[in-house]
């Protein structure tokens, strides 16, 4: 039992038993996760690949700038401590949950109009890219990012505790197969999605017409994710959240400082051994995220509606895994093993889509990545348990910040090193298949690492290190 997890029993002690999760409500709760797959075909699906192809700005910018957001993630922590202590409308986790969706809404809007302004700068100065005004517009676009990752952290964080204190162990597997299958049921839906209302952009469109449909895109569909968000979360933490009743047992709510909260999350070897493993096997998993549009059009001749559907294919996957991983393969061979077989077959799945570029046959890649995203939602599926098994409920906000701490600024790093590795490649080999294709290999060395990595991690070490460092500061704390 993970550290702060009760059982029907010590709850009833406290004479208030809590209601169980019913599956209704974990679909209802992945809603949100399902807004922010959509949010990602915006800026990784669409975004990326008009920047990259259409207005013709250098890889190693686009990747920057979209992974901007990512290296906010240092703020996940704090968020993550506050809604710990801190209530917004009477309730540790909602309220930041909403207020983070409705700032991300409002700055992807403007995003998308920097990038335009960005986008004619770079045409008028092919021969010398770096002016005043080319840096200035950047730098904005840097800053708008780094605002919607903040956003993003507000939101995000509280919402993975939220899943911490309304679950118990022994449905928690099931929930986070849920969770984040409805989050790839969002990338498919936003892929399927773009193809249909941005149909207009078949058969070479002008860039007027890119501008005009991609600019009210990036109004309709923030807004929509944002009542999603709203739906997802409504009533849930009132009816279902134990986190008083968890850390009621050990110490009030508001004795854990966000520094105590640091010492506990530093108090075992083996955070530091799983927040590494989480670097690399992120990192590893999405360097591609900034360049599979640009390959899907450049090798293959797909179109900007085509290329934002790829997001469908490997989503697809996902999806078919990470239920199945869930209920199925976790509970037969274990989090870890599980996720070290999802991690193999993924290098396995990269080198294949290496492979497909030099057929040039788009269905046979479109196939690949449906392998890949079984392959993903495998590994994913292991690695999200094994980060829940590794949080200690008294300070659910900040170790869940701490995750998204180490995956985010992995997702960030990944973006631009996909960038600048397809870039090398590009001085470095005439065929684009081969420029791709070293971000692809490089992503399989990775994934080989991390599995490396995660034999030394022990659940147990963690566990028992965790629930003494609790008791220490506690304990101090009277003395």
Not at 216 to 235: D, E, K, N
Not at 287 to 294: K, R
Not at 322 to 339: D, E, N, S, W, Y
Request: proline share 2%.
């Amino acid at each position: 039992m993970a550290t702060g997890d009760l059982s029907n029993s010590q709850l009833k002690e406290f004479n208030q038993p809590l209601p169980k999760l019913n599956l209704l409500t974990m679909f209802r709760l992945a809603l949100f996760q399902m807004g922010l797959g959509i949010l990602a075909v915006l800026t990784l699906g669409v975004l990326n690949r008009v920047m990259i192809d259409e207005l013709v700005i250098p890889a190693t910018i686009t990747s920057g700038i979209l992974a901007i957001s990512q290296f906010m993630s240092p703020t996940r922590v704090w968020f993550g401590q506050m809604s710990d202590n801190k209530t917004i409308f009477g309730f540790h986790r909602t309220g930041y949950v909403w207020i983070g969706a409705a700032l991300f809404t409002l700055i992807l809007s403007l995003a998308v109009q920097v990038v335009w302004q960005l986008g004619d700068l770079v045409q008028l100065n092919k021969e010398w890219l770096w002016t005043t005004q080319t840096i200035g517009w950047t730098a904005l676009a840097g800053l708008v990012f780094a605002l919607y990752g903040i956003a993003t952290s507000i939101s995000s964080t509280p919402f993975f505790a939220l899943l911490v204190d309304v679950s118990d162990e022994d449905d928690r597997g099931k929930l986070i197969g849920i969770v984040w299958s409805m989050m790839t049921v969002g990338i498919a839906v936003g892929g399927i999605t773009s193809k249909i209302l941005l149909r207009r952009l078949e058969n070479n469109a002008s860039l007027d017409v890119v501008r005009s449909s991609i600019s009210w895109f990036f109004i309709v569909v923030p807004a929509i994710v944002l009542v999603l968000a709203i739906i997802a979360t409504l009533g849930v933490e009132k009816k279902y959240s134990r986190y008083t009743y968890r850390t009621n047992s050990i110490a009030r709510e508001d004795s854990i400082t966000l520094g105590k909260a640091l010492k506990i999350l530093t108090a075992s070897r083996q955070t530091g051994l799983f927040f590494t493993f989480l670097l690399v096997m992120t990192i590893s998993l999405f360097m591609q995220e900034a360049v599979l549009e640009p390959y899907g059009g450049e090798v293959f001749g797909l179109s900007i509606p085509q290329t934002s559907l790829l997001n469908t294919f490997w989503g697809i996957g996902m999806l078919m895994s990470l239920g199945a991983t869930g209920f199925f393969i976790v509970p037969r061979i274990g989090k870890q093993k599980t996720t070290k077989l999802g991690c193999l077959l993924v290098a396995i799945c990269f080198i294949l889509i290496i492979a497909s570029g030099f057929t040039g046959n788009a269905k046979v890649f479109q196939g690949t990545l449906v392998l890949f995203g079984l392959s993903a939602g495998i590994a994913t599926t292991g690695a999200l348990s094994l980060m829940l098994d590794l949080t200690a409920a008294e300070t659910a906000g900040t170790f869940v910040g701490a995750w998204g701490l180490s995956q985010a600024m992995a997702r960030g790093t990944a973006t631009i090193t996909g960038g600048v590795i397809l870039d090398m490649g590009r001085t470095l080999f005439k065929a684009p298949v081969l420029a791709y294709g070293s971000v692809f290999a490089l992503q399989a060395v990775g994934m080989l690492l991390a599995i490396w990595l995660l034999n030394r991690v022990n659940v147990q070490e963690f566990r028992t290190s965790a629930k003494e460092a609790i008791a220490t500061l506690m304990q101090n704390d009277l003395d």
